[in-house]
Every structure is written in structure tokens, then in C-alpha cells.
């Protein structure tokens, strides 16, 4: 009887060793995405909040994510007249694309830092994008982060005052890419 207890006690304790799949429900309170705009002359700053978004784990390394990003809430911090300039046709269309998404389509963990790639859709256009990311978890979180992430704008169609299109614009244009520095809190 000891005999299959002990084995009992050990078949447990070695499911539990192998079961750690965990899944996260992203903190969109305390999660953040900052944006950075460039220009000829100057830039511009600002925010946009996550809507939803889980992340999934095993054995303490990111296998999977979703994540909505809420195009309503972006906001221009530095010059907040521009930020309905934003919202509007020119740029990110926000009445027809309300949200836009992110879902991790492979990590490449081989690294200290892994490598997340993704699929990133902005006005119904997807585009397959990489950067590093710092992930920590915790007893009952996880935290990641990510800098200094590039986004080409005319992927998602949005041309406006980019010299790639328009030879004539001097001072006036804008960067093709814009970068974003995320900020992921997720609790179990």
C-alpha cells in the first residue's frame, strides 16, 4: 500500500513538473504603448491603450499571444490638436477601424531576450513583424517589454506626406515608420 501511494505521490508531483502551460489575462489598466512619430523637422509622442489580450506560456517562455489594441484611445501627447488628425482618413481611419491586432505567430526563444514575430493588422492589412522582448514571470504574473519597435506605415496603407509617394513635400514629410515601446502586464 505504501508502495502505491509513493508511486501515486510521484506521478503527481511529475504531471505537475510537465503541465505548465499557463495562460495570462493582460492588466489593460497597467499595460502601456507608447508611439513616436518622426518628421523632417520635429516628431511627435503619444499613447494608445490595449483593449484586450491574453498570452500564453510554457515552462516560464511566451509560446502564443492575442492582443486588441484600442485605435479610440490614441492620443498625441506633445501637440493634442493633432491627435484627431490622426484618427481621421489621412492616417489611421479610426471611425472604420475602431481596433486594430497583434497574435504572435512564433517565438524564438534560443535567445536570452526572445524574438517575437507576429502578425500586426492596421486597417484590415496584416504584416508579419519581429523585435526582441524582456519577459519576466512571476508567482502570479508576467511582465514584457519591448522597445523601440518598428512599424512601416505604408504597409498599412497610410501614405500621407511620406516622400516615398510624394517628391515634393521638403520639410513637410513624415518618417515611413513610426516606432512603438510596449509594456505588457499580465496576471494569471
Known sequence: MKRINLTL???CFTSMAFAQKIDYKVNTQSSKIKWSAKKVVGGHVGIINLQEGSIQTDKGKIIAGNFTIDM???ACADAPKLTGHL???????????????FVISKVDNSKANPIITGNL?????????SFPA????????LAAEAVDVKVNRLDFDIQYRSASFFSDL???????????DIQIKGTK
Not at 170 to 180: K, P, S, V, W
Open 9 to 11: 505521490a510521484v506521478l
Open 134 to 141: 524582456k519577459v519576466t514571470t512571476t508567482v502570479d504574473g
Open 170 to 180: 521638403g520639410n513637410r514629410a513624415i518618417d515611413d515608420e513610426f516606432t512603438l
Open 72 to 74: 479610440n484611445s490614441m
Open 87 to 101: 484618427k481621421n482618413e489621412d492616417f489611421f481611419n479610426v471611425p472604420s477601424y475602431p481596433t486594430a491586432k
Open 121 to 129: 493588422t492596421i486597417k484590415n492589412k496584416t504584416k508579419s513583424i
